[in-house]
């Protein structure tokens, strides 16, 4: 089966630190990739995905790259802000008979000033 | 427009009540999803409607969950005698179920159920 494994937090960096967010998956068949983000109060949206291979996703600064050969997709981020403060989930879709999304258990990232 | 909502965003039941969640996907979404977010089980997949189509029901913990999907827009998540381990945040997501996985959900805000 699918499964997602990443990086337990609580992350505590200062403003302009550099992230890290380590995620490996597996799966069946040829996955695509993706980060959602859950900012304090707020519901999940998608930050960044990648499709295939060697594909990078990035948006708001944060970066992922879709490693086949490690089966993985790390988050970065050159600078984080306070408002970057959120819970950020890994996740794969394989298609097939359905397309949902299995997740990992989510990190959690406090920026401080 | 209008994102992916769902009612109530709070409910408080005692053990071995029935309770109905609601969601109304986003207008023209035929791709539908609930998942279940709690603190020992993260994120988890329940069931997903596409179209008119049987749902896919493979993910659903026990006969006590059911769920529909009517006229192809709202969805009703039913917990039948619910249990103190049913406690948890509902999501709910849609898209445009083109069928492809690299599609993006949409998320709403969730229900907080919590059991006592």
């Known amino acids: 089966g699918n499964s997602v494994t990443q990086m337990e937090g609580p992350v505590t960096l200062s403003e302009e630190a550099f992230l890290t967010i380590n995620c490996t998956y597996t799966?069946?068949?040829?996955?695509?990739l993706f980060w959602y983000v859950q900012y304090p109060g707020e519901g999940l949206q998608l930050l960044l995905k990648?499709?295939?291979?060697?594909d990078k996703g990035s948006n708001k600064g944060f970066e992922a790259t879709y490693r086949k050969e490690t089966t993985s997709f790390h988050l970065e981020k050159g600078s984080v802000q306070v408002s970057d403060s959120a819970v950020y989930f890994c996740?794969?879709?394989?298609?097939?008979?359905?397309?949902?999304?299995?997740f990992g258990k989510g990190t959690l990232l406090t920026v401080n000033p | 427009g209008a994102g992916v909502s769902q009612s109530p965003s709070n409910k408080v039941t005692e053990k071995g009540k029935d309770v109905e969640l609601r969601c109304d996907p986003i207008s023209g979404h035929t791709a539908l999803y609930w998942y279940r977010q709690s603190l020992g089980q993260g994120l988890e997949f329940l069931i997903y409607f596409q179209g008119n189509s049987a749902p896919d029901k493979s993910g659903l913990p026990s006969d006590r969950f059911s769920a529909e999907r009517t006229g192809g827009s709202v969805s009703t998540l039913t917990i039948q005698r619910t249990q103190q381990e049913d406690s948890a945040v509902y999501l709910c997501?849609?898209?445009?179920?083109?069928?492809?996985?690299?599609?993006?959900?949409?998320f709403g805000p969730g229900t907080r159920l919590l059991v006592l």
């Open positions: 996740a794969l879709s394989t298609g097939g008979s359905n397309y949902k999304l299995t």
């Open positions: 799966a069946t068949g040829y996955p695509s």
């Open positions: 990648a499709t295939k291979a060697d």
């Open positions: 997501a849609s898209s445009l179920g083109n069928r492809f996985p690299q599609e993006t959900q949409y």
